[in-house]
Nanobody
Framework: VQLQASGGGLVQAGESLRLSCTGS????????MGWFRQAPGKEREFVAS??????YYTDSVKGRFTISRDSAKNTVYLQMSKLKPEDTAVYYC?????????????????WGQGTLVTVSS
């Protein structure tokens, strides 16, 4: 199983960016897919996930980020709007190894390689 993330870059505060992550090696529709991020000097944190049509967000991104998926393409998207400098981080897509675990609670995940998002003030 592999996850390939893309879409990171450098933007100014208030702008938008969309991340994409495409999975291969299994059918992803029964599994959560989502995103974590790790800022410099900080631990990796959960950002958002989607289970079928139900989405979950960490509080700091609610109302600004939207997660969606295209099951036919094994792809999850993270539309990030009103970006802030504190959103600067490496963003990792992930999916649990089992169908019954929610991504935000799962200890066993497949991980993508990470894509850097930098938001300047």
């Amino acid at each position: 199983v592999q996850l390939q993330a893309s879409g990171g870059g450098l933007v100014q505060a208030g702008e938008s960016l969309r991340l994409s992550c495409t999975g291969s090696g299994r059918t992803f529709s029964p599994y959560d897919m989502g995103w974590f991020r790790q800022a410099p000097g900080k631990e990796r944190e959960f950002v958002a996930s989607i289970a079928w049509s139900t989405s979950y967000y960490t509080d700091s991104v609610k109302g600004r980020f939207t997660i969606s998926r295209d099951s036919a393409k094994n792809t999850v998207y993270l539309q990030m709007s009103k970006l802030k400098p504190e959103d600067t981080a490496v963003y990792y897509c992930a999916s649990p190894t089992t169908t019954w675990q929610r991504l935000q609670d799962s200890k066993n995940n497949f991980w993508g390689q990470g894509t850097l998002v930098t938001v300047s003030s």
